[in-house]
């Protein structure tokens, strides 16, 4: 993953596994996400955008630097 606008992009991503169905929940978890969630990510999302456009300064060179960051998916077995 990409470090600049890295929260906007953990938001869409989780957005767009919330919509396929793709996190790994159960049935009551499930209930809970398509509660809750959406919610969550209607205020996160914008203020992700802002945060991350304030921090370019700082991932940009580090996004040079060191490259993309690598993610570990905690519902995945190891």
């Known amino acids: 993953m ?3 606008y890295s929260g906007t992009s953990a938001d869409l991503i989780y ?4 919509v396929n169905g793709g996190t790994g929940m159960d049935a ?7 509660i809750i969630v ?5 205020f996160d ?3 992700s955008v802002v ?3 304030v921090f370019l300064p700082m991932t940009v060179p580090k ?3 060191h490259g993309d960051m ?3 998916n905690p519902l995945e077995n190891h």
């Open 38 to 42: 959406p919610i969550f990510l209607a």
């Open 45 to 47: 999302t914008p203020l």
């Open 70 to 72: 690598t993610l570990v």
């Open 2 to 4: 990409h470090q600049v």
């Open 28 to 34: 009551a978890g499930r209930g809970f996400e398509l």
């Open 51 to 53: 945060m991350d456009t």
């Open 63 to 65: 996004q040079f630097i």
């Open 15 to 18: 957005a767009k596994d919330l």
